[in-house]
């Protein structure tokens, strides 16, 4: 089975930056993507960014925009996220998944996930 380990997370100040990884490991690794989400407390999971493995085409949340970049490293089947510009709001355990699929009845299928990773931006 392919796990997934995030690692990056920490504390850091608002206007301060942060990189997120995600390696992937357990056997051959293919995706579609890869994904980061995150959920802060008391709050719903939210996409934040994904990578189209093989172009490396990006999508990002509204929300992370020209802030954040996620990037991959393929050789070590390892997806990271830059965080830029940090805010308050940004505050959430976060997540790394990896695409398995995609209908229009259930969107994007998500079959794995690592255990997360804690960012904490202080104002």
């Known amino acids: 089975q392919v796990q997934l380990v995030e690692s990056g997370g920490g504390l850091v100040r608002a206007g301060g930056s942060l990189r997120l990884s995600c390696a992937a490991s357990?056997?051959?690794?293919?995706?579609?993507?890869m994904g980061w989400f995150r959920q802060a407390p008391g709050k719903d999971r939210e996409f934040v960014a994904a990578?189209?493995?093989?172009?490396?085409?990006?999508f990002y949340a509204d929300s992370v925009k020209r802030r954040f970049t996620i990037f991959r490293d393929i050789a070590k089947a390892t997806v990271y996220l830059q965080m830029n510009n940090l805010k308050p709001e940004d505050t959430a355990d976060y997540y790394c998944?990896?695409?398995?699929?995609?209908?229009?009845?259930?969107?994007?299928?998500?079959?794995?996930w690592g255990q997360g990773t804690q960012v904490t931006v202080s104002s």
């Open positions: 357990g056997g051959t690794f293919s995706s579609l993507s």
């Open positions: 990578i189209l493995w093989t172009s490396g085409n990006t």
């Open positions: 998944a990896a695409q398995t699929g995609y209908s229009v009845l259930a969107g994007y299928k998500y079959d794995y």
